[in-house]
């Protein structure tokens, strides 16, 4: 039973305007979540944290919110470029070793 | 730093076939994580290692497979016999936890087909 899951399996947007990916969890113990961008034939690379005792958190364009009572997680970038395209992981966690992935947001930005 | 290296980036093998993939950890990380990406599970845990000493194995699908480190900066994950539903993008990642860094860097993936 997957204990992150990530219900919309990809999603276009024009470029320049807002992209939101979603994530809902189950485990109420987890207490840190990330977010990983993957290119095609490479690994997912480190994108953004937050930590449970946060709600939200910034770097740039992109900001990751967090809803602990409804557990949602939500990945906003604005604004949006074509080299954004790429899937997008969130990730969860209540030790910092263990994390457990979603299946994943394929992201279209289109030009 | 060259980041996680992993090889072979590509392996084709027949089914029954022995498969060793290869990890080398990021200088100064002492954690070490192998997981597995397929379309119908998403990116999934096989097992992690903490100091050279596997920690969570339970992620490792059965007996088939089994993971080493023999040293600090090395790792392997064996799949013995191979079956064709092993077929998937293998990850290792490591990272040097510590309070407020949980941050896991991945290698570029192997992915294995097995006919």
């Known amino acids: 039973d997957q204990q992150v899951k990530q219900n919309s399996p990809s999603l276009s947007v024009q470029e320049g305007r807002i992209s939101i990916l979603n994530c809902d969890y189950t485990?109420?113990?987890?207490?840190?979540f990330l977010w990983y961008k993957k290119y095609p034939a490479e690994g997912p690379t480190f994108l953004i944290s937050i930590s449970s005792i946060k709600d939200k958190n910034e770097d740039g364009r992109f900001t990751v919110f967090l809803n602990k009572s409804a557990k949602h997680l939500s990945l906003h970038i604005v604004p949006s470029q074509p080299g954004d395209s790429a899937v997008y992981f969130c990730?969860?966690?209540?030790?910092?070793?263990?994390?457990?992935f979603g299946s994943g947001t394929k992201l279209n930005v289109k030009p | 730093d060259a980041g996680v290296i992993q090889s072979p980036r590509h392996e084709v093998t027949e089914m029954g076939q022995e498969v060793t993939l290869r990890c080398k950890l990021i200088s100064g990380h002492n954690s070490l994580f192998w997981y597995r990406q397929t379309m119908m599970r998403g990116l999934e845990l096989l097992i992690y290692f903490n100091n050279n000493v596997p920690i969570d194995d339970s992620g490792m699908p059965e007996d088939r497979f089994s993971a080493k480190m023999p040293n600090a900066s090395f790792s392997t994950l064996k799949i013995q016999p191979s079956e064709p539903r092993d077929s998937a993008v293998y990850f290792c990642a490591s990272s040097f936890p510590a309070e407020g860094v949980y941050e896991q860097y991945f290698g570029p993936g192997t992915r294995l087909t097995v006919t």
């Open positions: 485990n109420s113990m987890f207490d840190y």
């Open positions: 990730a969860a966690s209540r030790d910092i070793n263990k994390f457990y």
